[in-house]
Each structure stands twice: as C-alpha cells, then as structure tokens.
C-alpha cells in the first residue's frame, strides 16, 4: 500500500570513480518483502481498527513511519527540503498521498473485510491510467489501454457482485477504498508536476511529506476521535508494524528497488497486494471468501496490467539507455 511512488527529483552524474554500492540482499528478496509487508498492511488496519478509531490508526501509522524515515535521513546526513512553494506542495502532497488514503482505509475497514480494501487498492493503476491520459500529454490513450481499463473495471464490478444488485456489499465502505485507491494516482499526478526536478533529494522530500502528513492527523484527529481512553497491546503493536514497516521501512526498500531495477519493475509489486492481503484476511482473520472475489481480483489485474504494458517497439539503431526521471501517473508504490 503505497505511500508515493518515488520519483527521480534529483539526478547526478557520478564520476569515473564511483563504484556503485551492491546491496546486502538481492532485489528479488527485498521485491518479495515489499510485497509481503505491503499486503499484509490491510491485515494490520483491521487489527488496529478493532482498538482504536480510525483517525488514532492513521496517525500511530504516520508517526511511526515518520520515525523511520527520521532516522534514515540522519544517518544519511539528508536536509530538510528549503522554500515556501516546496513545503506548500508537499503539504499537498500529504494530503493527497498520506493522510486522506491512510484515513479512508481505515475507516473502510469497519464495515468491510481486509480482502475486499486490498483488492480495491488494485485499482489504482487502472484509476492512474484513466487519469494520466487526460492530465499527462505524452499518455494518449491506444486500443491496449482502453481495453485493460475496459477489463480492470469489469473486474472491479465482478467483485462487487454487480449482477445481484451489490447484495450484502457495505456501500459506504466500498466506496471509501475505491475513493483511497484514487487519491494515489492523483496525488502521483500532482507530484509529477510539483515536485520533480525539485533539487532535493527522494528520501528528503519523502521524509518530509510523511512529517507533514502526521502534522495534519495530529490537528484532526483530537477533534474527531479524542484520545485513546486505553491502550490495547495487540492494536497498538499492530499500529506499530502498519507504521514502521508498511509505511516507514516499505518507502525504503520500495525506493531502493525503483534506482536498482527501475520503476516499471519496481511497480510489479502492486499485482501481489492483493493476493497476499486476501490470503492474510482468510487464513489470519477467518473473513469469508466467495468465487467472485479471486476471479473479479484477477480480472482487475490483468487489466491493470495491460494499461501498463507497451506494444513492443521496432528494431532502432543502437543508443545508449536513458534514465527514467520522475514517475508517472501510472506508477503505483500500493498502499
């Protein structure tokens, strides 16, 4: 579940005597961590629901993550990003990114189970797609895209149980994971305009954005929810993991992995969300699972795949690869 989809704000040019740093562990292995911490987010937001309102999960989520992102950027020595306009966008940013996703989830996951909020997560790619082809120039929409989208929301539909009028679907609840999953593609959007090319570095401006975000929970959240009157420990260590992993070490790695493989296979990572998040609520929380779940779940990534995918370009005289900057807004991160 995505925080951002980091972008390459900065670029540099390293010297013929820069050795790149190989990392500890192989991609793969950190691609499947992302992938297990990720879909297990929708797990943890059901546990910490059970103990706290909505609005406190949100902010111990954004106060943890926070914390990590803290200690990364004074290990790495990283300055909090300088001028009025950057932090005004950033306060956009968290907004759009952070703190109303974060907070719809969380309330949606009172009244509907973990699965069914992690396969809506899974639509942000296909509401990222439809987006960009009208705010982006340089997405035209082609017969592929227009198909997946097609097929993408289809699935959604097949979820849902549209054929027998939505029976025993919590509307509301839906409706506020459909609505999260599309503050991503459009807080994406937003930050590709803003923010890109911005001179600051992707762990300082994320760093930041999470820091903002957990400011403006600590501003609603005493006015719509109070203070804890008790502190259950399975909740709030919940909180804790959603917090420090989900949102915190997951930004890391996910970053990590988007400079290393790039993004495009960075951002695969979104089609196992909502296999693991299923499996977590059926085989941890006991939630029920009908036939029109998997297929429908299915159906949407297939979809969300081919929005993604290019035909394949003819043979060209040789060039050097160019890097990728900044992320468009079919580029996802989840959760």
Known sequence: MSTTAPSRATSSTPTSTTVPRRPALDWRIRFAALSLIWGFSFLLIKVGTDGYAPFQVTFGRLLFGTLVLAVAM???????????????HLTV?????????????????LTIPSTLAGICNATSPLWGMALSMVALS???????RV???????????TVLGAWQGFHGLDVTGTAMALLASLCYPIGWIYVRRTLAGSGHSNLSLIGSQLGVATLQLALVTPLFAGFPSSFPLVPLLAVAALG????GLAVLVQYGLVNEVGPTTAQMVTYFIPVIATAAGVAVLGESLSWNTPVGAAIVLAGAA???????AKPRAWSPRLGRTGSTGSDTGSQ
């Open 138 to 144: 340089e997405d035209r929409p082609t017969r592929r």
């Open 74 to 88: 004074a290990v790495k020595r990283e300055r909090l990003p300088r001028g009025r306009r950057t932090w005004l």
């Open 244 to 247: 420090a992993l989900g949102t």
């Open 147 to 157: 198909a997946g989208l097609g097929l993408g929301f289809l699935g959604v539909l």
């Open 93 to 109: 940013a968290a907004l759009l990114l952070n703190a109303a996703p974060f907070s719809l989830f969380a309330y949606s996951e």
């Open 306 to 312: 081919l929005t993604q995918s290019r035909a394949r």
